[in-house]
């Protein structure tokens, strides 16, 4: 195998048949993914469809039912041998479709959780699903990134990966493009990058030596795929309460059996009909129901532009009390446009210039009029309009957005971040395109944007020659630089203004530099005030020449040579030329959301880097903001952790906050019970996102990092998707809820049958089989219609429920006994007639036998709605369940009227009376519970009758 590290960039290319600048032919593309195959690791973390089917053959279930065919084998009972043989095979297939269809969405869902990685083929670039990448191929690795193959590095800036996950080096590597002579174990590879690593700092390209299963990750990642995914703490209530359960029902089961056996029946009989009794007792389904139920509400959820990564982020949804969201692209569209431009009081409004086509057409992407004849005109002669020449340059250059080159008369398209895109467009439009820019001033260092310095800085050289070219513009610079002196390198820098302003000590002021002092710095904090009151996000810039200006300092470099300068002296003594107002509109769809998430007892929470005035207006604008003043991030950062907690309780805007503070305002929360969702996009978010109970990523504009660490991620970054979810999230619970109730109440009416049976001197009620069929039947289909039932009326419009709580609680155990006696002592006091009244044995258990299913399914139509009637909330608005009822009639008609099926489960065909009679009686648990929600819904009824 070819040990790339120690070859040279150009030899890894031409080992690897690419080219290190245009990346791989298009050509070769195609063959490559033949014969290597997609760039993905064979498995995606889910159960095999063969696993899926030996949980289902290996359960306690099939275990009893096994022992009751056998049972039946010794009593000669062969027909009930096969027929409950059957059962076990219908059951099993029921519960391993349930599975296998549960899984294989939740498998799909994983797969768009793909990474996309920028690829260069052919000299063309373009965005494509890492899954689509060969060796060969030609990639960028950014901050933030996943790296999404094995790689050799072939350029670097400052590249920095952090390889924890599989060297377990803690600290983020250096990555340099010099080959490595000796062989050298992985940690020290210093010029490759690995799958599962991460970009975390700089930037580079790289190309691609190994993909899949061949490289390092793909190495070990069989050991990964025996993982299976834990249980969600949900699925493990239901399974330690379905095994209580479990016990309690074996004890009525053993009463069953000595009741039985007083009453004379034959005790190997009653050994059958105990365990059939046990096994439709037993709550065996509650965490299948609940694995389906989360499956389907994640695919729902997906539907809804929510895509989750953990599934127990689907049930803990349900149970957001805060939503902490960032501002810009998650409240706001992201759709930045720069309005206003500002040096030394000068102001320069450019909504009328740049109304019509300055609006972005997608996220990182804007556009502009190519067109020049209604831009303002830069007249060189006139300083201000230089130093307006200046700011826009200093914003174009330090700037990592590109122009998209087009066709004549055709507008300018940008991609990247919509902010620097926004600057990029605004300078192009004012005739300085940055592809110019970058030729005049070619970029040779950069210390790049982060959340926490919130500033950006790049130094550029300049070329003397180029200014002689065509057109003023390009040499309005220049001219600037011109009065500077003799100007080889210039660093400049663009961020927030208090942080650009903390790095200045001169102003730009009429054509030259100015001692910034204090009047000169309160005048441009109110101007970057005033324009952040009214919604803008507003960026300041400055520029500091690197050579001898006699304003650098006297650690000032060597300009002899043209070399980066260091870091720290390339922020310091900047010059402050001026001021952009950029807009960022709010999103429409957000207000209501707000409403909707207040009506839900939820409280959202606005945490953004950006200025506390802007974050103030977009607050109000949204009905975010509640009269409480804005916290700042130096305020957050001098509290102790009770006045966090204090101020985490009352503010609802907190601004200028560093991804650390988010971390600590989720543990404040939390520390006062609070769930919390909570939204980041960059990599320092990531230990926020992991906190949160759930971690919200962004979709189009997160980093790949932020994306790992969440739970859902926002396939359109918009802070409507996220109470959208917890919508989704509190119908799942309620439906698992739901299908709890209903086989408890159900299962309870069963057992009481055989009960009161007995108790009235009755021989037994039901026969072994018949209990079997009615599980089957009953528990099955319309059981399972539940998990799609729609979200009630109440769902949005109620306080959330503690992710803690009692599945059963909140008056479901009072539901399970009074529902169950009722439907058991309905079904009996009608068997107990007809029995009474000289029928035949088989005609009076087919009797109790229809009135128990009819009564279940009335049952399972009562308790779609918890509050509601049937009739508000609409008899077909679950067709799902509609069908799944009707299809149980006609099964249970089936068993009564068909001969064959009549000897089977020892049924008689019933009169049309008497058919008529058990539809009538099997009603009284319906009306029953809808009295029980009326009288809810009416509560003066109910504490009048009292
Ligand atoms: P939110 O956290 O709500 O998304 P935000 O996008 O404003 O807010 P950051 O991205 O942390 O938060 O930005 C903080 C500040 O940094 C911004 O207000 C802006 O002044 C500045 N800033 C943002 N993007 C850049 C950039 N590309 N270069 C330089 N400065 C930037």
Redesign the pocket.
């Known amino acids: 195998m070819t040990d790339w590290y120690q070859l040279a960039p150009d030899q890894v290319a031409a080992e690897l048949g690419s080219n290190s600048r245009t990346g791989l032919d298009q050509s070769e593309v195609a063959d490559r993914r033949t014969h290597y195959g997609p760039n993905e690791l064979h498995d995606l973390g889910g159960r095999s469809a063969w696993a899926i089917l030996t949980e289902q053959l290996f359960s306690a279930m099939i275990a009893l039912l096994f022992v009751a065919a056998t049972v039946s084998i010794y009593l000669g009972e062969y027909k009930d041998a096969v027929a409950i043989v059957a059962i076990i095979v219908l059951n099993a297939a029921l519960g391993f479709a349930q599975d296998f269809r549960a899984e294989k969405a939740l498998a799909a869902l994983k797969r768009y959780s793909v990474p996309n990685v920028k690829v260069w083929r052919g000299g063309a670039i373009d965005v494509l699903p890492a899954r689509e990448l060969v060796p060969g191929d030609l990639v960028a690795l950014e901050v933030g990134n996943l790296v999404p193959a094995d790689c050799r590095i072939l350029q670097s800036t400052n590249l920095r990966i952090q390889e924890a996950a599989l060297t377990g080096e803690s600290e983020p590597v250096d990555k340099s493009i010099t080959a490595i002579d000796s062989a050298v174990p992985m940690a020290d590879r210093t010029n490759m990058a690995y799958l599962g690593t991460t970009v975390a700092f700089g930037h580079g390209q790289a190309m691609v030596t190994n993909t899949g299963m061949t490289t390092e990750l793909g190495k070990i990642a069989h050991s990964l795929q025996t993982v299976r995914p834990k249980p969600t703490p949900l699925q493990t209530r239901l399974g330690i309460l379905g095994r209580s359960l479990a016990l309690t029902a074996l004890g009525i089961v053993a009463v069953v059996y000595i009741l039985g056996i007083v009453a004379g029946a034959d005790p190997r009989v009653m050994l059958l009909t105990s365990l059939s009794l046990a096994v439709a007792v037993v709550p065996e389904g509650l965490p299948a129901v609940a694995t389906v139920a989360l499956a389907i509400g994640a695919r729902r959820m997906f539907r809804r532009q929510a895509l989750i990564r953990k599934l127990p982020a689907v049930e803990t949804l349900g149970s957001v009390t805060v939503i902490c969201?960032?501002?810009?692209?998650?409240?706001?569209e992201n759709r930045m446009s720069v309005t206003v431009l500002d040096i030394a009081g000068h102001r320069l409004d450019l909504t009328e210039h740049l109304r019509d086509d300055d609006q972005g057409t997608a996220i990182a992407e804007g556009s502009t009029s190519r067109t020049t004849d209604s831009c303002p005109r830069i007249d060189p002669d006139d300083p201000q309009q230089l130093a307006l020449a200046l700011l826009l340059a200093g914003a174009g250059l330090?700037?990592?957005a590109e122009l998209k080159s087009p066709k004549q008369g055709e507008p300018w398209k940008a991609v990247g971040?919509p902010?620097?895109a926004a600057l990029i467009l605004a300078a192009a439009r004012l005739g300085l395109p940055k592809g110019e820019l970058n030729e005049n001033f070619p970029r040779v260092d950069e210390l790049p944007?982060?959340?926490?310095r919130?500033?950006?800085t790049t130094v550029h050289v300049v070329k003397p020659t180029h200014c002689e070219g065509p057109g003023y513009r390009r040499s309005a610079v220049t001219d600037v630089l011109a009065h500077l002196g003799d100007v080889e390198r210039i660093a400049f820098m663009?961020?927030?203004?208090d942080?650009v302003l903390s790095c200045c000590e001169y102003y730009w002021e009429q054509g030259a530099p100015e001692e910034l002092d204090d009047e000169s710095r309160a005048r441009i904090v109110a101007a970057n005030d005033q324009l952040a009151a009214m919604g803008m996000?507003?960026?300041?810039v400055s520029f500091r020449p690197l050579d001898d200006l006699g304003l650098a300092r006297s650690d000032a470099t060597d300009h002899d040579e043209v070399r980066p300068a260091p870091p720290r002296e390339t922020e310091e003594a900047h010059i402050f030329v001026g001021l952009i107002g950029m807009i960022d509109p709010p999103r429409p769809e957000v207000r209501d959301a707000v409403i909707r998430c207040r009506q839900a007892g939820i409280r959202p929470l606005?945490?953004?880097?950006?200025?506390p005035l802007?974050?103030q207006h977009i607050a109000q604008q949204l009905g975010i903001a509640n009269g409480k003043p804005v916290v700042h991030g130096t305020e957050l950062a001098a509290m102790d952790a009770r006045q966090m907690e204090q101020r985490a309780a009352s503010t609802s805007v907190f601004a200028?906050?560093?991804?650390q503070d988010k971390l600590s305002i989720v543990q404040a929360l939390q520390k006062q019970g609070h769930v919390v969702a909570m939204t980041g996009?960059?990599v320092n978010d990531a230990p926020a996102l992991k906190q949160s109970h759930i971690g919200v990523a962004m979709g189009r504009t997160g980093t790949d990092v932020s994306k790992e660490a969440s739970d859902m991620i926002l396939l359109d970054d918009n802070f409507a998707t996220i109470v959208n979810a917890v919508e989704e999230g509190r119908i799942v619970y309620d439906n698992i809820r739901k299908f709890v109730r209903y086989t408890m109440t159900s299962n309870a009416g069963e057992v009481w049958v055989m009960v009161i049976g007995p108790l009235l001197g009755m021989p037994l009620p039901l026969l072994p089989l018949q209990i079997l069929w009615v599980n089957l039947v009953t528990d099955g289909l319309p059981g399972l219609a539940l998990a799609v039932e729609p979200a009630e009326r109440e769902t949005m419009h109620r306080a959330p429920y503690p992710p803690t709580e009692n599945v059963m609680g909140r008056g479901m155990w009072r539901d399970i006994a009074w529902i169950g006696v009722l439907m058991g002592a309905v079904s009996m006091l009608m068997g107990f007639l007809y029995w009474y009244h000289g029928f035949d044995a088989a005609y009076w258990r087919t009797v109790v036998f229809t009135v128990l299913t009819l009564s279940q399914l009335g049952n399972v139509m009562a308790i779609r709605a918890e509050r509601d009637s049937l009739f508000q909330i609409g008899v077909f608005s679950n067709l799902a369940l509609v069908g799944a009822v009707a299809l149980t009639i006609v099964l249970q008609f089936a068993v009564i009227y068909i001969p064959w099926l009549q000897s089977l489960l020892k049924t008689a065909p019933l009169s049309l009376r008497d058919l008529l009679f058990c539809l009538l009686a099997s009603t009284i648990v319906f009306w029953s519970v809808e009295l029980k929600k009326f009288l809810r819904r009416h509560p003066t009824y109910a504490s009048s009758d009292s």
């Open positions: 969201s960032d501002k810009t692209g998650t409240l706001t330090c700037n990592d971040e902010t620097e944007f982060d959340s926490d919130k500033r950006m663009k961020g927030a203004v942080s996000r507003v960026m300041g606005m945490i953004t880097g950006d200025h802007t974050a200028r906050v560093a991804p996009d960059g």
